[in-house]
């Protein structure tokens, strides 16, 4: 008995009487009509179908054949229960149409669908037709269970039957109507009552029996191109001389034939308990035996194919005869047929179309994102055919050779493991709803997961590491770590001792990934070294006991400070020192920088950072240098003017820098009085180089920060420019004088660097002054650059923000004379340093000053193979001194364990920490080489790294219409989009050199968590907060703000096809949050977040939020305070109406979307996927 194959009519049997006037076709009469609203009315008595016995020669039971041994476990779990009637033995129905039976089937041979009964489940489940060999009429000895024979052999004692030649079995096929079964013509009219009395009493019963013939609807519905009905009628095609269509099953019901009537319910159950073969690509049940897979033979290529391909659905046929079969695939339930090889593809609203009820739970089961539309591979695409260019229909079963879905269970899994895939071609909204969060790093130890280090400090590339560099090289992924080291961190532990445990080889400092043999040794994590603990270490300072090591916070926390001790210090430690450098150029003047800049010095004095000895001096340049004498005594600023500018030298000694406690009162009066003094000045003159050649001189003896305020392009004296910029190739592709025109820069930096002395620059220009140039003072001694072009004292939005900037920077935490070392484990080290600084040694960043703001990266090579290692780590230690005085060492440790699988490399990848490296690396290479080169750059990492993924995972080569990419990877081109049209990459877009420079400066020197900001910024419809706080009543109190949480705001792609005019976005670029206003808002919307009744109210340029007394309001307030609370400082928000002139600024950073010189998102996806080969 096999199960129901709906892609074939019931099996034939010869008459009990012998093969003398027999008008069945397949054993049933042709049509029914008078039956047929009988069958309607009632259910159906399957047991009435059951074929008689056949009397079967040479077999010690007449009635019954020597039935085939096979695998019965396997195959009941596909098959109703059956009956134990007399019926149960009769040999297995074949399943082949009638006009494919040989000649010779009129006696008891009987043919099975291209396999013996032990496979009929699986082949009436594949539909793959073919003639194998079968017993003859003489008895077989039974085949032993679980028995496995090649293809196309017979089991050990049958003898097979010749299949006919293909001249013979085609003249026979012409000579036969196509509904001639056994040798016998098929009537195609019903019987009439005269003749139905003649027929033989079981006959008779048989007529009159409704008949269900489930290929009617679906085989007639779904025809393939090539069934060419002719003028005999094929089986389902309504019968001639006016009888009646035969009636067609209801859709999805399950027709069994051959065996007992079965309840829906025990059908059900035995249908949702079939299970694909072993290595189909779904999860083996645990109940069901893994049993050895049918071995399909491949349609014999004879002349009367066409008319098989009527009947049974095609096949994909192989490359050639020893090509492997793929293992056969299970269709969906209800699934008519196939479609041919030789159709063409369907339009793309037949794909789309809802997929058939599955077989689990009748529920719709539709092929997983990620493998649908794949090809099969090349070895199942026979040559000369036409292969599958086109996405296959999701709804459809799948093919022989194509990529096998993943059910459920395992698409959860993968998910779980990480290791789950995503059509990137097919999901293009792919964004998370929230802030992507870091991935987690897996070391199978909780308590090491637990206290490893912050991903907010150091995140490497990858989250498992390749354990030799071949490895890495096939993986094509780009090897570093991303590092905030001075990051502000609350609860930091701070740890004074007498000796800090450091490692006597490699001078690593003790931590939590160290292996403690006992409890007075412990081996080194980087270099394993064993190395003696000190007794004092056994002290708990927590508890003020001995006892066990591991309670100590060295190793109980991977971020940790210690108070160093006096062995740290070349010199006593420096006190904060502070000098500013102003430029009062009439430009300068113009621009009304500088009564900002001293307002707010004035105001936030007492909050620099420092201690007593804390010392302050003031220089202004322009054509010449002026100093200011703040000597105790004065009751007012004493100014010295420099007419040397060429020779520049310190007209005193002493009093040029003043201690800030003693003398507060003198630099009040001065800040006062700066931008009055030279408010009537008109010299156009900058001798910035020379005001910088004394300041050195000034602070040498100390080292400390100089802050020097630009606002034009230095023309005077030691360092002069001149303009490079050609306006009328801003937009060209070919970006130039990216480099200094000069070194004068550079050097002095660098002379600065080893007098631990940084230069930070803000540069306040309303037209070009060469920052390629002049900000080499802050790149290469450690420090800053902050630029606010066409800056204007009028445009209080540029006040604001400037204010804001510049209160952070005066008030944030430093750290003088620093120094940063970066130590992996042994096999690794680091090659390339990107940032801000100095390198003093192979592996020794000189760090004059070092912020809270700051970000570095670093490239990681490989010494030697890691293939005996389990974990890796990299420990970053800065040594700094603190503004009270004070040495420290802040050590970060991260640990990450090592693979030798390439898919692991790829499943673990940090999209954010590449992206992050990856733009610090195309800025040297946009320096070092040129733009072009490093777009390029871009673009081929990102194919590579894709189609170093189609290899590891043995995708199908050749333009499948998919970009199939690991979960880990799927913003990978989206950045890398939003890096090409960012202003220090785009091209073909009109762009400022200064503002390209300093995008750069901010892509080597910003923060991850910033970075991502600055590169592809977030977009939120605010809508979700305005219903929340109408519906949730929330107050404005404290009390109230913590126990009503805020909702999560889902967050959306930078396209334009997510706006709405009903509703207000916010976009958050990170130092600048836009809030867009749809034309159609609501006006009691309008008047609770904006206070105005409609957007003509609003202008043009419109910053900030006025207060208003709403719940709206308010949670929009604690919104904008999430958003801003791990950046430097609160954003400028800007308002922007529909109709506003500033609708561009808005429009821009919409980086999905297409522009004159860019492409979109989904354009940028197909040429990615043109070129993974």
Not at 827 to 844: E, K, M, W
Not at 933 to 961: C, E, M, Y
């Amino acid at each position: 008995m096999s199960a129901y194959n709906q892609n074939f009519v019931p099996p034939a049997a010869a008459p009990a009487n012998g093969n003398q006037g027999s008008s069945l076709v397949n054993g049933l009469p042709g049509a029914v009509p008078a039956a047929a609203q009988q069958y309607l009315q009632q259910k159906p008595q399957l047991q009435k179908f059951q074929q008689p016995p056949v009397p079967y020669p040479g077999s010690s039971n007449s009635s019954q054949p020597p039935p085939l041994q096979f695998n019965s476990n396997i195959v009941n779990k596909f098959l109703p229960p059956s009956s134990t009637g007399a019926n149960n033995g009769a040999p297995p129905p074949s399943t082949l149409p009638s006009h494919l039976r040989p000649p010779t089937a009129n006696g008891p041979t009987t043919l099975t669908n291209g396999s013996n009964g032990a496979n009929s489940a699986n082949s009436s489940r594949t539909a793959s037709p073919g003639l194998m060999s079968v017993p003859q009429q003489g008895g077989a000895p039974p085949m032993p269970q679980n028995t496995q024979y090649a293809h196309g052999a017979p089991p050990p004692a049958a003898r097979p039957i010749q299949p006919q030649s293909v001249a013979s079995l085609t003249s026979n096929m012409h000579q036969m109507n196509l509904n001639r079964t056994n040798g016998q013509q098929s009537v195609n009219t019903a019987p009439t009552p005269q003749q139905l009395q003649q027929l033989p009493p079981q006959q008779q019963q048989q007529h009159q029996q409704p008949l269900a013939n489930p290929m009617t609807g679906p085989f007639i519905r779904n025809k393939p191109p090539n069934l060419n009905p002719s003028a005999s009628r094929v089986i389902g095609s309504p019968p001639t001389g006016g009888a009646q269509p035969v009636p067609v099953p209801a859709s999805g019901q399950r027709i069994m034939y051959g065996g007992t009537t079965a309840s829906n319910d025990q059908q059900n159950n035995n249908l949702q308990r079939a299970a694909p073969p072993p290595g189909a690509g779904t999860a083996w049940p645990p109940s069901l035996p893994k049993a050895a897979v049918p071995v399909i033979p491949p349609p014999m290529q004879t002349q009367p194919q066409a008319q098989l391909a009527s009947f049974a659905p095609p096949q994909p046929q192989p490359q050639a005869q020893s090509a492997p079969f793929a293992p056969p695939q299970l269709y969906q339930y209800g699934q008519a047929c196939q479609q041919p090889l030789h159709q063409p593809p369907l339009p793309q609203q037949q794909q789309q179309a809802a997929p058939p009820p599955g077989m689990f739970g009748a529920q719709t089961r539709s092929t997983p994102l990620q493998y649908q539309s794949q090809p099969p591979p090349p070895s199942m695409q026979t040559q000369g055919q036409h292969a599958y260019a086109q996405p296959q229909p999701t709804s459809g079963p799948p093919q022989l050779g194509a990529p096998v879905p993943l059910n459920v269970a395992q698409q959860g899994f993968s998910r779980l493991w990480g290791q789950d895939t995503i059509d990137l071609m097919q999901n293009r909204h792919i964004l998370s709803p929230a802030t992507l969060p870091a991935p987690k790093v897996v070391l199978h130890n909780q308590f090491h997961e637990s206290i490893n280090c912050s991903p907010s400090i150091m995140r490497c590339t990858v989250t498992k590491i390749p354990e030799t560099n071949s490895l890495l090289q096939k993986s094509r992924l780009p090897l570093g770590i991303v590092i905030h080291p001075f990051r502000d961190v609350n609860n930091l532990p701070v740890i004074q001792c007498i000796n800090i445990v450091r490692c006597r080889l490699c001078r690593t400092y003790i931590n939590p990934f160290v292996y403690f043999v006992d409890s007075k040794m412990w081996k080194c994590n980087l270099c394993y070294r064993v190395n003696e603990l000190p007794e004092e270490f056994q002290f708990d300072p927590a508890t003020k006991t001995y006892g066990d090591v591991t309670r100590r916070p060295e190793v109980r926390s991977s971020t940790i400070e210690f108070i160093a001790p006096s062995e740290y210090m070349l010199r006593p430690p420096q006190p904060a020192m502070y000098l500013f450098l102003f430029d009062v150029s009439i430009i300068a003047q113009q621009s009304g920088y500088l009564e900002a800049a001293c307002s707010v010095l004035n105001r936030h004095l007492d909050e620099m950072p420092g201690d007593a000895r804390t010392q302050v001096g003031f220089i202004c340049y322009d054509s010449f240098v002026h100093f200011y004498s703040m000597a105790e005594g004065l009751n007012q600023p004493h100014e010295m003017t420099l007419l040397d500018i060429d020779e520049p030298f310190l007209p005193r000694p002493d009093s040029l820098l003043v201690n800030l406690k003693e003398c507060k009162q003198l630099v009040r009066v001065l800040l006062n009085l700066l931008p009055k003094r030279f408010g009537y000045t008109h010299d156009p003159g900058s001798a910035l180089g020379s005001a910088l050649q004394v300041a050195f001189k000034l602070m040498q003896s100390s080292g400390g920060r100089i802050t020097v305020f630009q606002a034009c392009l230095p023309n005077k004296g030691p360092g002069s420019l001149e303009p490079r910029e050609d306006p009328n190739n801003r937009s060209a592709k070919d970006v130039a004088h990216l480099n200094p025109a000069t070194d004068f820069y550079k050097r002095f930096a660098l002379e600065c660097s080893g007098y631990q002395i940084a230069c930070d620059l803000f540069l306040m220009n309303q037209q070009y002054s060469d920052m390629a140039t002049i900000s080499g003072i802050s790149k290469h001694s450690g420090g800053c650059v902050h630029h606010f072009p066409l800056y204007q004292k009028t445009k209080q939005h540029m006040v604001d923000s400037f204010r804001m900037c510049f209160k952070r920077y005066l008030t944030r935490k430093i750290g003088f004379e620093a120094v940063m070392r970066i130590r992996c484990t042994r096999g690794l080290q680091v090659h390339t340093f990107h940032g801000n600084f100095f390198v003093r040694s192979t592996d020794l960043l000189s760090l004059p000053n070092v912020n809270p703001d700051a970000g570095y990266g670093m490239q990681i090579s490989y010494e030697e193979s890691l293939t005996d290692v389990k974990t890796i780590c990299f420990q970053a230690a800065l040594l700094y001194t603190n503004s009270e005085g004070e040495r420290r060492i802040r050590v970060h440790t991260v640990c990450l364990p090592v693979t030798s699988s390439l898919p692991e490399v790829m499943h673990s990848a940090d999209t954010e920490a590449i992206i992050g490296l990856l733009s610090k690396m195309a800025v040297d290479r946009s320096i070092a080489s040129n733009l072009s080169d490093a777009r390029d750059a871009f673009i081929n990492a990102t194919i590579d790294v894709f189609n170093a993924f189609k290899i590891a995972q043995n995708l199908p080569s050749g333009q499948s219409g998919q970009l199939i990419a690991p979960r880990s990877l799927a913003l990978m081109p989206l950045y890398i989009l939003g890096l090409l049209k960012h202003p220090a990459f785009r091209v073909g877009t009109s762009t400022r050199l200064d503002d390209r420079v300093y995008a750069m400066d901010c892509m080597k020197t910003m923060p991850l968590d910033q970075l991502m900001k600055f590169v592809y910024p977030e977009l939120y419809k605010i809508d979700v907060l305005i219903y929340h706080a109408r519906n949730s009543n929330a107050s404005t109190t404290e009390e109230d703000d913590e126990e009503d949480p805020l909702p999560e705001v889902p967050r959306l792609q930078l396209s334009a096809e997510h706006l709405d005019s009903r509703s207000i976005f916010l976009m958050d670029c990170g130092q600048l949050i836009m809030l867009y206003v749809g034309l159609n808002v609501p006006p009691d919307v309008l008047e609770a977040v904006l206070g105005i009744s409609s957007t003509a109210d609003l202008g043009d340029y419109v910053y900030g939020l006025p207060h208003i007394v709403s719940a709206e309001y308010d949670i929009l307030q604690r919104f904008l305070l999430r958003l801003n609370y791990d950046k430097p400082y609160s954003a400028l928000v800007q308002i922007i109406r529909d109709t506003s002139t500033a609708k561009g600024q808005f429009i821009e950073r919409l980086t999905d979307d297409r522009s004159e010189s860019s492409l979109s998102y989904y354009e940028f996806l197909q040429h990615i996927r043109a070129q993974v080969k």
